[in-house]
């Protein structure tokens, strides 16, 4: 992302790529970062497979089948 794509995004999203960039919008809490989901995307990476495997075996079955 470069930073006039993160200037772009600012305008409607709370938490961009680069750090620096985003002013307080006001219709966000002052500490969403907080609020988020901590991620080790090193381990999700290393264990993708197993993710994928145990996200189908319990989400697969409640979405609906799309017609072709």
């Given at each position: ?15 961009l790529a680069?750090?620096?960039i ?20 090193n ?10 495997t ?15």
């Open positions: 992302m470069t930073k006039q794509a993160n200037e772009l995004y600012a305008k409607n999203f709370a938490v680069l750090p620096g985003q002013e307080k919008l006001e219709f966000v809490p002052g500490d969403v970062e907080k609020l988020l989901a901590k991620n080790d995307f381990w999700a990476a290393a264990n993708r497979d197993r993710i994928l145990e996200w189908s075996k319990r989400y697969e079955s409640k979405s609906e089948k799309k017609p072709l």
